[in-house]
């Protein structure tokens, strides 16, 4: 930022919060003249921000029309009426002993305003109670539990935030909550605050897409229950806070008998200490594999590239469907509203289909999908032939919904825990995919696999069988199983 520029602008701010301070007892309900005097010293300050943006090169939008009208260009942001109250400058300058305004809360709102850019980053709080220490890096993220005063750091104008309108949750804000964050340098920061993003995501995104698919999809495969997202945010620190996705985990009361609380009203997974380390210590052995998948961008034989490309297209897009499943998955893999059962096998199917039958053009989805399925993670003849059936009864299902049909009185039957043994095979089938590789052909070697009982142990369960064997015991299966009292055990621990 030009040295002239920041100077002008910050001198516009304070002559502003000077005005502000001079008629403090009225801010909530101005006189005319008051409004306009403040309509005025806002004017300025926004002509001094837009020169000053200029400078440093922060926030600059275009008209998209051709040829683009040059008064609809701007630069950083506007300062208005409501905005003196959201982000806490009203109220801060109202408890001045006198009118002096803070340097710090000047610096703050400049920047805001002007620039210069500073990095951005994504933040994925979890929909689980975790107790874990520390941060933990997986696959490019960073997993750790979130303490208030580290979101204080990241809230718009940190130096007048006990005067604002607090953007974090009201679960967040209690403490305890585990989050996924990453540095984000090419996040392109909001100008306008005013519209919900999470509304806006909401309005415009055609399929559910997740940045974070790839910790998210490990610590599915690691943890004994579904692990969804409660929020996701996109954060310009110290500038912008936008929750674009979900609402936030809430908070719910709690208690011994002898003492109440609020915690966060968390999902099904709530591990014990012993259990965290065993997922992480899966995440560990599984994270390599899965890194396998982005190496297409390392590579620049043309062929290559499109294949493993292609293989990381499969899995993202299927994790995507996994991940926004999942929200309507009670415990243990559960649909927690009965009406929603066709639909929950509806998107199961098609992440099995997306990720068994890469070719189009197979033909006979449902028994290719059911015998792959089969094939890749049944142990023995009488499993393969249980989840062979399992995932033809689905497909059927599927299609009789597809279809505008009324289910049959078995088929309603099979609703009832269908869906909860489909979200396990899925999820095996993920870990089985990313332990054989991109290079690993699903169709042709399953297929081959069903033909040869040495194809099947040479290609398929022998490489499989050498990793799985060096998982903690019980993250071995990903079969929906009974957790209750283990869940009420984890409880009680932590409660004594």
Not at 281 to 296: G, I, K
Request: charged share 25%.
């Amino acid at each position: 930022m030009g040295t002239d520029a920041h100077q002008t602008l910050t001198d516009a701010i304070r002559d502003l919060a000077t005005f502000l301070w001079q008629h403090r007892t009225g801010l909530e309900d101005p006189a005319p003249e008051v409004e306009a005097g403040i309509t005025d010293r806002l004017r300025q300050v926004n002509v001094h921000a837009t020169a000053a943006a200029r400078t440093s090169g922060y926030l600059h939008r275009v008209d998209f029309d051709d040829p683009p009208d040059p008064d609809l260009e701007t630069w950083g942001r506007r300062l208005n009426h409501r905005t003196l109250h959201t982000l806490g400058i009203a109220g801060l300058v109202a408890d001045l002993p006198e009118p002096v305004i803070p340097d710090q809360v000047v610096s703050d709102l400049a920047g805001y305003l002007a620039g210069p850019p500073v990095p951005g980053e994504r933040m994925y709080v979890i929909d689980a109670d975790i107790p874990m220490t520390g941060q933990h890096g997986i696959a490019g993220w960073t997993l750790a539990r979130i303490h208030p005063g580290d979101l204080d750091a990241l809230t718009p104008l940190p130096s007048a935030r006990r005067f604002a309108e607090d953007p974090w949750d009201d679960a967040l804000r209690n403490g305890g909550c585990v989050v996924l964050r990453q540095a984000d340098p090419g996040l392109e920061p909001r100008a306008n605050t005013w519209f919900p993003a999470a509304l806006g995501t909401d309005l415009t995104e055609t399929e559910v897409t997740i940045e974070a698919w790839a910790p998210l999809l490990l610590i599915n495969l690691a943890a004994y229950d579904r692990v969804v997202v409660g929020a996701e945010y996109e954060i310009e620190p110290g500038r912008v806070v936008d929750r674009i996705r979900g609402t936030g985990l809430g908070l719910v009361d709690n208690g011994n008998g002898e003492v109440m609380w609020e915690e966060p009203a968390w999902g099904p997974y709530r591990p014990s200490p012993d259990e965290v380390g065993a997922m992480l210590q899966t995440v560990a052995v599984l994270e390599p594999y899965l890194h396998a998948f982005h190496a297409w961008t390392d590579l620049t034989a043309k062929q290559g590239r499109k294949a493993l490309e292609a293989a990381e297209g499969r899995l993202r897009r299927s994790a995507h469907r996994l991940l926004a499943l999942s929200t309507l998955l009670g415990a243990n893999g559960d649909v927690t509203r009965p009406r929603d059962r066709p639909e929950v096998i509806f998107w199961l199917i098609s992440a099995l289909e997306h990720l068994l039958v890469p070719d189009s053009s197979d033909g006979d989805y449902a028994r290719r999908v059911a015998q792959r399925t089969a094939v890749l993670i049944g142990d023995g003849a009488i499993d393969r032939v249980a989840i062979y059936h399992d995932v033809k009864t689905a497909y059927g299902i599927r299609s009789t919904v597809v279809h505008g049909s009324p289910l049959k009185e078995k088929q309603t039957e099979d609703l009832r825990d269908l869906p909860r043994r489909l979200y396990g095979y899925l999820r095996e089938v993920f870990r089985a995919l990313i332990i054989l590789g991109p290079q690993f052909q699903a169709g042709e070697e399953c297929d081959e696999a069903l033909l040869s009982q040495t194809v099947a142990q040479h290609r398929i369960h022998g490489p499989l069988q050498l990793v799985l064997a060096s998982l903690p015991e019980h993250t071995r299966s990903l079969r929906a199983q009974t957790y209750r009292a283990r869940r009420l055990g984890n409880r009680r621990r932590r409660r004594a």
